[in-house]
């Protein structure tokens, strides 16, 4: 049974911090790349950070110098650490585990993100 859990997602005020965590079971984490990605209300899923099983990393523009995507393999989980936070980041964050291979594909729940005054 493959399960991603993510959890961390709260209110938080605009210029807060957030961290958000993925925790993946049955599968070989190790052989995952792994993502965030957002979906705000009437707008379409977007990645917001990639780490390959390798550690490589990419940032969509809008949370470059902000945001900080890690993995820890030991413990199969997969991090976000949101700074600065803004309203437009307001979304659902969920994430993805792709397979080395490029075949399968698995997602969490998601987990709600409010950023408010």
């Known amino acids: 049974q493959v399960q991603l859990v993510e959890s961390g997602g709260g209110l938080v005020q605009p210029g807060g911090s957030l961290r958000l965590s993925c925790v993946a079971s049955g599968i070989a984490f190790i052989f995952y790349d792994m993502g965030w990605y957002r979906q705000a209300p009437g707008k379409q899923r977007e990645l917001v950070a990639f780490i390959s099983r390798g550690g490589n990393t990419h940032y969509a523009d809008s949370g470059k110098g902000r945001f900080t995507i890690s993995r820890d393999n030991a413990n199969n989980s997969l991090y976000l650490q949101m700074s600065s936070l803004k309203p437009e980041d307001t979304a659902v964050y969920s994430c993805?585990?792709?397979?080395?291979?490029?075949?399968?594909?698995?997602w969490g729940q998601g987990t709600q993100v409010i950023v408010s005054s």
């Open positions: 993805n585990a792709a397979h080395v291979g490029g075949i399968r594909a698995y």
